[in-house]
């Protein structure tokens, strides 16, 4: 154990995180390196890609390549990182406003495509770097600095989001249960695709009634031990349980990536031979 813990201060940058004092994502980034350590990926093969928030800061405080990108953009940078360089092990972090709001577009291609990258979403349910605004994820009623009558629209459920999108891989954490969280991220890493894991946490200066740690507690449950997570219709009705908050892997499923595809593609082309440039072109001359 504590020469996994030596291994893990490795992949620390050295750069002091800023989150506030009681934030659930400290709890995220330890179990992010310590999966990172467990894997023994070197440093030059790793790249963190995130959009804008305080979960988009991570990158800076892991020892990695990282990409600081713009508001919800992180997933088709990082598609274009992996496409360079499929040997990196490309992970994406980002919050529930960035990825779900402004970046929720970009979604269902990244779950479609296959691409083979993992996908953090961490979920406070709340814009906490601009001090408290509603997100998709904030609870139906919720009174917040931009819904002080309470929050009108419903909640979005980014787990079966992803399960219907189709991703082939997915998974929801508790930045509280560490241990758990960072075998989470292991089998996402290791999955071959593309895996989308949601991971639950407080914002314990804007948001410390939906994500009450003490009510996801009382809430949670393990993924039951005979769910087969090739059901997607199975993984969907664990993901949306009115009552009881899931943690596991949801669904995981086979299939070729973006990157299998490319590639049969470029070999399709080289086949063909140098003429089907000048073809190509004199189609629109």
Request: with cysteine; glycine share 10%.
């Amino acid at each position: 154990m504590e020469k996994l813990q030596d291994s893990a201060c490795e992949y620390l940058s050295g750069v002091c995180p800023v989150w506030c004092p009681g934030c659930g994502y400290y709890g995220i980034l330890s179990s992010l390196i310590e999966a990172f350590a467990e894997l023994g990926v070197p440093s030059h093969e790793l790249a963190l890609v995130s959009g804008i928030g305080c979960a988009s800061r991570l990158p800076y405080f892991v020892k990695a390549y990282g990409f600081h990108g713009i508001h919800g953009r992180a997933l088709p940078i990082a598609q274009g990182v992996k496409l360079a360089n499929p040997k990196l092990t490309v992970v994406v972090v980002g919050g529930d406003g960035d990825g779900l709001a402004i970046g929720g577009g970009h979604l269902p291609h990244a779950a479609r495509n296959n691409v083979d990258f993992t996908y953090l979403l961490f979920n406070n349910a709340i814009y906490g770097m601009t001090k408290g605004q509603f997100s998709p994820t904030t609870m139906l009623s919720a009174v917040t600095k931009t819904s002080p009558f309470g929050l009108p629209g419903e909640t979005v459920n980014p787990a079966a989001l992803a399960i219907v999108y189709g991703a082939s891989f997915v998974a929801r954490g508790f930045s509280v249960k560490k241990e758990h969280l960072k075998n989470l991220i292991l089998e996402g890493i290791r999955h071959r695709g593309f895996s989308f894991i949601e991971i639950l946490a407080s914002c314990a200066s804007f948001n410390t009634t939906d994500m009450n740690v003490a009510r996801i507690i009382k809430a949670m449950a393990s993924v039951p031990s005979d769910h087969d997570p090739a059901k997607p219709l199975e993984a969907l009705r664990l993901a949306t349980h009115e009552e009881k908050i899931y943690l596991g892997v949801l669904h995981r499923a086979e299939r070729p990536t973006l990157e299998d595809r490319c590639s049969e593609i470029q070999r399709a082309a080289r086949a063909r031979g140098g003429g089907a440039y000048a073809d190509l072109v004199a189609q629109f001359a």
